[in-house]
């Protein structure tokens, strides 16, 4: 059995290997299956292809078992729950084990920090952080973290209530202009490195960076757009 958590490549590009002499159902959520089956994928794997040797013999294999809410899987004295989870992609999907409390998040959960898909996925994002930390997990384990606790469930969501907070208090004063959003972390005072500050484990900070201030735009943007309704 494999499971994807999203179709994003370092998730999926693997399936190929679970087909033919070694098939093996490939469950994951239904619009997994939709952004496998996009013309973006298609490019995106061209793209690969042309810039990456180690890429040449991949193919994109769809999930062939989908699910929109919940999947579980009953394996005797053990269950598998599938889980909506998105935020990061409106595809993605937590695993749940309550015999051994483990929750393996993916890329729901990370350190040094979560990376929103967009502005639409900000209410997603928080509800699935809320819905993860409910479940008390004793183990968690991310894909580009290292095994934590629910101790990192807890600090994900702090992190964009911070995000949040900050926001309100700008947008209290003033709606910044599109060209003022591509310096967001700035402009609500929350810098990259108070986001980071004690963190002991490795990373891209370029990448991170660039993550955190598009995580503050998205908020921004989801705030103003919906200010009224709130």
């Not at 002499?21 to 793209?47: F, G, V």
């Not at 053990?78 to 409390?101: F, K, N, Q, R």
């Not at 929350?190 to 484990?201: L, Q």
Request: charged fraction near 20%.
């Amino acid at each position: 059995m494999v499971v994807n958590s999203h179709a994003d490549w370092d998730h999926s590009w693997g399936n190929a290997y679970f087909t033919g002499e070694y098939a093996a159902p490939i469950i994951a959520h239904e619009y997994c299956l939709t952004r496998m089956l996009s013309d973006e994928a298609r490019q995106e794997l061209l793209e690969y292809k042309q810039r990456y040797a180690i890429f040449q013999n991949v193919a994109l294999v769809p999930p062939t078992m989908t699910f929109d809410q919940h999947f579980t899987i009953l394996g005797g004295d053990m269950t598998i729950e599938l889980i909506p989870a998105p935020g990061h992609h409106l595809d993605h999907i937590a695993v749940w084990i309550p015999e051994l409390s483990l929750l393996l998040a993916f890329d729901a959960i990370e350190r040094p920090l979560p990376i929103l898909e967009n502005a639409e996925a900000v209410p997603s994002m928080f509800a699935t952080l809320e819905r993860l930390l409910a479940l008390r997990p004793e183990r968690v384990l991310c894909s580009h973290s290292k095994p934590a606790s629910v101790a990192l469930v807890e600090e994900n969501l702090a992190y964009f209530r911070e995000i949040e907070r900050r926001s309100h208090e700008l947008l209290q004063r003033y709606h910044p202009t599109e060209e003022e959003l591509e310096l967001a972390s700035e402009i609500i005072h929350y810098p990259f490195d108070e986001v980071i500050a004690g963190a002991t484990e490795a990373f891209d900070r370029t990448f991170y960076g660039g993550a955190h201030n598009a995580n503050v735009r998205f908020l921004l943007q989801w705030l103003m757009r919906n200010q009224g309704d709130s």
